[in-house]
């Protein structure tokens, strides 16, 4: 059966439906990438093997604790100077001494069972955030995969990144995280400059007149008919319940759009003077400008991930234990050219 078959939706544009919508199947995913992808599947799901375990071993832990708690109200609460003593219900309890054999053994087993609840929680906290964190993950490049629809795919083939000479692989990935992070602060800055205060008059002056537009009366059925009225542009209509009859009626037109029309010249010169006020067009920046300074951003940062990810893979393999980020960029991650396509942020 053919992998990717064309269908044409109801509003014309073709789709893509595919046979099998596993990315590891598709017959143009180059070899590599398939087993990138099942490899960090194996992963996420022996983390997440490994959350359950936990969480079983937690759940078990706290049930002896509760019994342990129950048990010792239930021997020494009738006793006023007990740290289970129940005030009202006390004649419901026994009192016990603490020297007791059995209070001696039903203590012991809530202390031990209290100490491993605290580690416990550490560690089913931390196997939680690993089995989200790779299943954010492998979510992530199976919809970049999809994406790509049947876009021929092309691996990286450029140079092998090397750890820096006494550096450990966790300081080495955190080197390029701290340089990833240094990256995005230069993209966010570029990102939120404003903009240029000519370019904001013009949207605002568009904006205007889109409403002045919206607010013209059609005088023309006056002209055409004696008994006519003006047509008032977006008057509101709401259903109103008359005896068994639902009728439409119809409001007044709406005020802002006639005042726009009325007056959107001062309307424009007086946004324009705010617009003034507030602009700062020494550090403003174009369209053109943000795609021109964003350029070497994003080629550095992709270039810091595929260094991040070669020294994750390398530590890996030889035993350490460092957990990949949930937002990696797919390219860097699957070893995929700078040619394809920048995922959606």
């Not at 059609?218 to 259903?239: G, K, M, Y």
Request: with cysteine; net charge neutral.
């Amino acid at each position: 059966m053919t992998e990717g078959l064309q269908k044409q939706e109801s509003f014309g544009v073709p789709g893509i439906i595919r046979a099998n919508p596993d990315p590891v199947d598709w017959p143009q995913l180059p070899r590599p990438v398939k087993e990138k992808l099942r490899c960090l599947r194996r992963e996420r799901d022996d983390a997440r093997s490994l959350w359950r375990a936990g969480s079983d071993e937690r759940e078990e832990t706290l049930g002896i604790k509760r019994a342990a708690e129950s048990r010792l109200k239930t021997l020494t609460g009738g006793r006023e100077n007990s740290r289970w003593f129940g005030n009202s219900q006390a004649s419901r309890f026994d009192k016990v001494p603490d020297d007791h054999p059995e209070v001696v053994a039903t203590l012991a087993r809530l202390e031990d069972s209290t100490a491993r609840l605290g580690r416990l929680n550490s560690i089913v906290e931390a196997r939680s955030h690993q089995s989200q964190e790779l299943g954010r993950l492998v979510g992530s490049l199976e919809r970049y995969l999809e994406s790509l629809g049947d876009r021929e795919t092309t691996l990286y083939k450029g140079s092998t990144p090397r750890r820096q000479k006494s550096e450990s692989f966790i300081d080495a990935v955190e080197r390029c995280r701290r340089h990833l992070r240094e990256l995005n602060s230069d993209r966010h800055r570029v990102r939120s400059a404003p903009w240029p205060s000519a370019e904001a008059k013009q949207r605002a002056r568009a904006e205007i007149l889109k409403l002045a537009e919206r607010g013209q009366p059609n005088v023309l059925s006056v002209i055409e008919n004696p008994d006519a009225s003006i047509d008032w542009a977006e008057r509101q209509f709401s259903d109103v319940r008359i005896g068994d009859r639902v009728v439409t009626a119809i409001g007044d037109p709406s005020a802002l759009v006639l005042l726009v029309w009325l007056h959107h010249e001062l309307l424009i010169q007086r946004i324009e003077q705010q617009i003034d006020l507030v602009a700062d067009d020494q550090n403003a920046l174009t369209s053109a400008q943000r795609a021109e300074k964003l350029k070497p951003i994003e080629k550095d940062r992709l270039a810091a991930e595929r260094e991040e990810e070669f020294l994750i893979g390398s530590a890996i393999e030889e035993g350490a234990n460092i957990l990949r980020r949930s937002d990696a960029d797919p390219r860097a991650v699957l070893g995929l050219d700078d040619v394809m396509p920048s995922p959606s942020t």
